[in-house]
């Protein structure tokens, strides 16, 4: 590709998909086109756009003939330099993305599920083939957190990432929180402000954070991750009661995706997870991400912003539209490997099991209100290694139960799991009991 970067003029984009991203990146190339000229030296022109629907309605200041529904012309298309791939699924975009990558062009994508199941294969085949392949736009929209992994901490050994990667997630806690409202509710409204889908089984679930998670995970530590190995535990699950307990308790309940580095293991998992007030993430509300990394040499790190939307993450998209083009112009591709380590010096490594995993809890016991019962618990938590940190217990409620509300200190998973199974057959139990993973964030 660096053959004739002298002689370019200018760089031709070949758009697949103007949907919500694809219209985002044609406004900003159009109104900022002059400011990305001089940044670069020569203009970004849109050569080519494929789209399904071709009698849907296109944005403002684009030109008809740019349309078409033929993929050969862009992913074949000479004048097409980088191709920017915004469909979003498997396939065909998996497919266009691998074609684009055979013919030699860049490759930008903001196609987060494709690369958390099949990113390896395509980070291989970018790297093999000697084009760039950037995707700024999978991980938390506007914010630059895949530039800031693989270039200013690249020195840094990555210790922990806490990432509030789900703004639709974060909205409904943040409604909850505030508001006091269920879960159901706190959703329907959502759905009502545009910030969540029909089906937002994705968002909820957990699903989109764990893909987001995955490929931090892979360009943080430089492992192939299996996708399936990242426990994903939703926020349907939440109830106001245990919002209003972790409250009193100077904590936030946010659905994180959490990375560490374990003794030459790693944990990946995302839940419903208590963070201390004090924490910075803890203050992350409404649509807004944000993700806190700690490296070996600089610390603590904050990266804050928009995690969706058609201007931010058409900002990450184009953002990645100059970062190729500058490699383009100045013979550079593949400076930067797409997974951010070289495919020699990345180093498989495993994903614990969530049972392995040790961590603080949050739980909520539905007792009879008799003297025995918090002993019978206490005994049992000794018994499976659970120290308790604190105790909350109310008064008598009118069934005659109460609830009984306890933190730990740092505890293995299955130790914890067995322990409940053990507790939940208690007679003096009326209900199952309440679990929140707890986090300090450090
Ligand atoms: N929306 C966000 O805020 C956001 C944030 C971060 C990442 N992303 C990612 O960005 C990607 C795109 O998301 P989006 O929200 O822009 O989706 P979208 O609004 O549904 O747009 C997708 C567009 O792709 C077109 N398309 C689908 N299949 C096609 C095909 N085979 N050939 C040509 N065009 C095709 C559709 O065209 P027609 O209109 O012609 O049917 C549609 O307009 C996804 O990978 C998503 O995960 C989105």
């Not at 083009?325 to 020699?344: H, K």
């Amino acid at each position: 590709m660096g053959r004739d970067f002298r002689m370019k003029n200018k760089i031709g984009i070949g758009l697949i998909g103007l949907g919500t991203v694809g219209s985002g990146v044609v406004d900003i190339l159009r109104r900022n086109g002059d400011l990305i000229r001089r940044r670069l030296g020569v203009p970004v022109e849109i050569v080519r756009i494929v789209r399904k629907d071709t009698n849907k309605s296109l944005p403002a200041g684009l030109s008809p003939e740019v349309i078409t529904t033929d993929i050969r012309e862009v992913i074949e298309n000479p004048d097409v330099d980088i191709v920017v791939e915004v469909i979003g699924g498997f396939e065909p975009a998996k497919g266009y993305i691998l074609q684009a990558i055979e013919n030699g062009k860049h490759v930008v994508t903001a196609n987060k599920a494709l690369l958390a199941v099949s990113g390896e294969e395509l980070y291989r085949a970018a790297s093999r083939r000697g084009v760039d392949l950037y995707f700024e736009g999978s991980v938390c929209g506007g914010i630059p957190i895949i530039k800031a992994i693989r270039e200013g901490l690249s020195a840094n050994r990555i210790e922990s990432i806490y990432g509030i990667v789900n703004g639709t997630s974060n909205f409904i806690m943040t409604k909850m929180t505030r508001e006091g409202k269920g879960f159901e509710e706190a959703l329907r409204e959502t759905q009502a402000l545009g910030y969540a889908e029909a089906d937002p089984a994705l968002d909820i679930e957990g699903i989109d954070a764990a893909h987001k998670l995955a490929i931090l995970v892979n360009i943080a530590f430089g492992t192939p991750v299996d996708f399936k190995a990242i426990y994903t535990e939703g926020i349907s699950g939440i109830s106001p009661v245990d919002i209003r307990y972790a409250t009193e308790l100077n904590y936030r309940v946010k659905l994180l995706a959490i990375a560490k580095m374990r003794a030459g293991c790693i944990e990946a998992r995302v839940h419903p997870t208590m963070v201390p007030n004090s924490h910075l993430i803890a203050t992350v509300e409404g649509i807004f991400n944000a993700v806190y990394i700690t490296g070996d040499a600089v610390g603590p790190t904050l990266f804050y912003g928009r995690g969706a939307g058609d201007l931010p993450t058409g900002s990450a998209v184009a953002g990645d539209i100059l970062d190729v083009a500058r490699n383009i112009l100045t013979g550079n591709s593949g400076r930067v490997p797409p997974a951010a380590f070289r495919e020699e010096g990345r180093v498989p490594l495993r994903i614990m099991d969530i049972n392995e995993i040790e961590s603080m809890y949050y739980f909520r016991f539905t007792v009879q209100d008799k003297p025995s019962v918090l002993s019978r618990i206490s005994g049992i938590l000794g018994d499976h290694q659970i120290s308790i940190a604190s105790v909350i217990q109310k008064g008598r409620s009118d069934g005659g139960n109460v609830p009984l509300v306890m933190m730990t200190h740092e505890a293995v998973e299955r130790n914890v799991k067995s322990a409940l199974e053990e507790i939940n057959r208690l007679d003096a139990v009326s209900e199952k009991t309440t679990m929140i993973r707890v986090e300090e964030g450090k």
